[in-house]
């Protein structure tokens, strides 16, 4: 308890000194910054080498703190009561006195936000007086980081301090939905759009391939472990490593499995870890069997389809 406390601090120490620092969340682990100091903010760009129009998600301990900085609207009172703290951003429209550096909103004139739910990182906000901006902790268009080890093998020493809080939960980036009209989904992501659809009582817009105005972040190569990746592959190459949802009789060496029972969960949970690992293990290629575009499977599709366009 007395250690958790005092990594709290250290981070604290940074984050107020105006450095980066990587944090977990339930999703994957972030790489924050005061989100009111352009100089801070600056700092993520460079460090993850990401083009400046792409704007950040800023993460807040509450929505009282949230109101200093956007317009509540009525969608996001109902979502923000069931879903956060939770893996969902919501985009909406900036205060005029608001506070948020320009560098994170790239000018516009909404705002991502989101709620963590990770226990280390409520409690690292909880104690700033600001909100913090934080993308994924990875090297622009690569594979996010789903433990602290991830986030050294993206950064090496140039991150100053990474507060490690074991595995992230839900392992993929959170669901975005633009709040700004008519609710519409940015990005798939942690939470299956379903269960947003029932508390709208509607459909939501799908937005996803917009690489426009919108979310200029949302290019549609992303998510790479750095090698060539096939999707929907019935049969494996020689020289591929080969990524099944779930395990087979026959195991041969180049077989790697998202999880053990048929679990979309599971398999979101795995899958950066997953590729990462493969990479690691020398595979030059990869093959990916086709997977049920159903709940979470949307967002496994979403990323493994970003990935293979490497
Ligand atoms: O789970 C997550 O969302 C993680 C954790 C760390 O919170 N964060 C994350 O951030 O995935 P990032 O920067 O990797 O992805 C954020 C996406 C980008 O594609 C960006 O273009 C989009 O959100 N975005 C940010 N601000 C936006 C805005 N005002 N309007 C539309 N899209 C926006
Ligand atoms: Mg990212």
Redo the contacts with the bound molecule.
Sequence with gaps: MKSIQSNIKKAKKYLNNNNCVAVP?E????LAANAYSSIAVKKIFKLKKRPLN????V?YYNINRLKEDCDINENLLKLYKKFSPG?I?Y?LKLRKNSKISKFV?NN?K???V?F?KHKLFRNLLKNLDYPVA???ANISSRL?SVKASDVKEEFGSKIKYILNGGQCKIGV??T?L?LLNKPSL??Y??LDIKKIEKILKKKLLINTNLKDK?????FPLHYSPGIPLRINIKKSKKDEAFLLLKKRKSNLKNYYYLSKIKNMEEAARNLYSILRKIKNDGFKKIAVEKIPNKGLGKTINDRLKRASKY
Excluded: D, F, M, Q
Aim: hydrophobic fraction near 30%; glycine fraction near 10%; aromatic fraction near 2%.
């Design positions: 969340t999703t994957v682990y972030g792409n704007p950040l998600i993460h893996p951003t985009v909103t516009k909404s705002v991502a989101r963590p934080a993308p994924s996010s980036e959170s975005i633009n940015l990005r992501g942690g919108i979310s200029p972040g949302l």
